[in-house]
């Protein structure tokens, strides 16, 4: 059973710093993989999809890496502003077609 | 091109009493997943459909929850003799392939 972990659960700096965010799973057979962006009350945002072929994308500010073997990915994000503030969730796709989320981090960023 | 639409966005239920939600796909999407996020918990899939057919319901609580996705018209999750513990925010997502897209959500409140 895929089970998708994501550390740390809360996270707080000042604005401008260089951050990374952890996510972990447990079954490297993975078909793709998904960071999202939560904000309070609201639906999900889709940063950026990687697929099990790829190591890594890239977004504005934002670069995630995919380490199959490992069951890892991390969430870069570059130059941190206050409206990045939100809760970020990583998802696995099984290739079955259901998501296995992660339980989030929760960034604060700081003025 | 119109996102996921679902409504309502909150839906207030006394106990008993039965819920509907709403999902209607992105045009041309044709398969449709619902997730339930509870209070301070990640998201847990929940069904999968295709048009007029359950391809994958293993998250679905066995007894008074259901979904369709009929040929004509949205997708619907019902819950029956709703209880406190269905609270929750309930999504909705729709592909036309691996790559899913997520609508705003509903905030169910079981009082």
């Known amino acids: 059973k895929q089970e998708v972990t994501q550390i740390p659960a809360a996270l707080s700096v000042p604005e401008g710093e260089n951050l990374v965010l952890n996510c972990s799973f447990t079954?490297?057979?993975?078909?793709?993989l998904q960071w999202f962006r939560q904000d309070p009350g609201k639906g999900l945002t889709s940063l950026l999809l990687?697929?099990?072929?790829?190591r890594e994308q890239t977004s504005g500010r934002l670069n995630a890496s995919l380490d199959k073997s490992s069951g890892r990915s991390t969430l870069y994000i570059a130059a941190s502003q206050p409206g990045d503030s939100a809760t970020y969730l990583c998802?696995?796709?099984?290739?079955?077609?259901?998501?296995?989320f992660g339980t989030g981090t929760r960034l604060l960023v700081s003025p | 091109n119109a996102g996921v639409m679902q409504n309502p966005r909150h839906l207030v239920r006394r106990r008993g009493q039965e819920a509907r939600l709403r999902c209607s796909p992105m045009?041309?999407?044709?398969?449709v997943y619902w997730y339930r996020q509870l209070p301070e918990e990640g998201l847990k899939f929940m069904v999968y459909?295709?048009?007029?057919?359950?391809?994958?319901e293993s998250g679905m609580p066995k007894e008074r929850f259901s979904a369709e996705f009929p040929k004509e018209g949205p997708s619907i999750l019902r819950i029956q003799q709703v209880v406190r513990g269905d609270s929750a925010a309930y999504f909705c997502?729709?592909?036309?392939?691996?790559?899913?897209?997520f609508g705003p959500g509903t905030r169910l409140t079981v009082l």
């Open positions: 997502a729709s592909s036309s392939d691996s790559v899913q897209f």
């Open positions: 079954d490297s057979a993975i078909y793709n």
């Open positions: 990687i697929q099990s072929s790829q």
């Open positions: 998802a696995v796709n099984t290739g079955f077609q259901k998501l296995v």
């Open positions: 045009k041309g999407h044709s398969h």
């Open positions: 459909l295709q048009k007029e057919n359950i391809i994958d």
